[in-house]
């Protein structure tokens, strides 16, 4: 049996610390909801609203009409990913009727195809190109903001990484906006053993 409950937001960036490969929370306005399995605590699914103005614009979205699947941090214990974030989602669809579609971006940096995503029944919109990003001689990463031209970035000593393409999914909240969306789907991404099967023609423009 599966529970969902809300949790904090401290409570959520611990979780993903530890079973997210961002390690991190976005900044921003989030819901936060804790996933129970037979009274055991499996991990969080995290929705942000606001993290990018532009988010829906090209759909037709107003910003207050939607939100983001930011994170989905899970032990690995629980039952298949799709049915929580099916759940999660009937409980988000439920709490926020205002909200017209949820977005969100699979990241082939981490060789992320958005297999749940598919599992669920989203509406895959293309691929768009990622910015680089700088890593210090630690690893680590350093916010593109904070860096403002290449002679910054080397006095401080730091790379700058190329980065993979992102694939952009959508979920519609309503009947009238998933017959919109529909006629936008694209053919899903599969993975093969000489990479992916789209078309350039897929990508977006931003």
Same mark, same amino acid.
């Given at each position: 049996? *599966?529970?969902?409950?809300?949790?904090?937001? @401290?409570?959520?960036?611990?979780?993903?610390?530890?079973?997210?490969?961002?390690?991190?929370?976005?900044?921003?306005?989030? *819901?936060?909801?804790?996933?129970?399995?037979?009274?055991?605590?499996?991990?969080?699914?995290?929705?942000?609203?606001?993290?990018?103005?532009?988010?829906?614009?090209?759909?037709?979205?107003?910003? %207050?009409?939607?939100?983001?699947?930011?994170?989905?941090?899970?032990?690995?214990?629980?039952?298949?990913?799709?049915?929580?974030?099916?759940?999660?989602?009937?409980?988000? @669809?439920?709490?926020?009727?205002?909200?017209?579609?949820?977005?969100?971006?699979?990241?082939? %940096?981490?060789?992320?195809?958005?297999?749940?995503?598919?599992?669920?029944?989203?509406?895959?919109?293309?691929?768009?190109?990622?910015?680089?990003?700088?890593?210090?001689?630690?690893?680590?990463?350093?916010? %593109?903001?904070?860096?403002?031209?290449?002679?910054?970035?080397?006095?401080?000593?730091?790379?700058?990484?190329?980065?993979? *393409?992102?694939?952009?999914?959508?979920?519609?909240?309503?009947?009238?906006?998933?017959?919109?969306?529909?006629?936008?789907? @694209?053919?899903?991404? @599969?993975?093969?053993?000489?990479?992916?099967?789209?078309?350039?023609?897929?990508?977006?423009?931003?």
């Amino acid at each position: 049996m *599966i529970e969902i409950k809300r949790i904090s937001l @401290k409570d959520a960036q611990r979780v993903c610390k530890v079973w997210h490969y961002s390690k991190t929370v976005t900044a921003g306005r989030t *819901i936060n909801y804790g996933v129970w399995q037979e009274n055991n605590f499996v991990g969080t699914v995290i929705f942000g609203f606001g993290p990018c103005p532009t988010l829906g614009k090209s759909e037709g979205f107003k910003p %207050n009409e939607i939100c983001e699947l930011v994170r989905v941090a899970l032990s690995g214990k629980q039952i298949a990913t799709s049915q929580v974030l099916a759940k999660c989602l009937k409980i988000f @669809k439920k709490e926020n009727p205002n909200i017209k579609a949820v977005y969100s971006y699979s990241d082939m %940096n981490q060789d992320h195809y958005g297999t749940i995503y598919q599992a669920t029944n989203w509406i895959y919109l293309g691929y768009k190109k990622s910015n680089h990003k700088w890593v210090n001689f630690k690893g680590e990463q350093i916010h %593109n903001r904070s860096v403002k031209n290449q002679k910054v970035a080397t006095a401080r000593g730091l790379m700058k990484v190329p980065q993979k *393409i992102k694939h952009k999914y959508v979920y519609p909240l309503t009947k009238k906006h998933k017959r919109i969306l529909l006629k936008l789907h @694209k053919p899903y991404p @599969k993975k093969t053993c000489e990479g992916l099967t789209e078309q350039p023609s897929d990508q977006l423009d931003k």
